[in-house]
């Protein structure tokens, strides 16, 4: 699929395997999730960032 959800948090950030910042948004929370659209990222490895007033949380994101 082509969206990504996410939950509770604002800041997201996605970068490529060599560090690049490939996506970068900052959106409201809507019903404890966060929907992303990513159809523009070709397939691929990815890490996505994901910041709140915490910290920040780190997964690996593949796309197929």
Sequence with gaps: SDFLVC???RLINIYN????SV???NKEIRNNE???DISVLPS???FLNI???I???SKKL???
């Design 62 to 64: 593949i796309k197929n």
């Design 17 to 20: 395997t060599i560090g690049q």
């Design 23 to 25: 996506f970068a948004t």
């Design 51 to 53: 910041k709140n007033e």
């Design 55 to 57: 910290g920040v949380i």
């Design 34 to 36: 966060i929907v992303l």
């Design 44 to 46: 691929g490895n990815y």
């Design 7 to 9: 939950c509770k948090n």
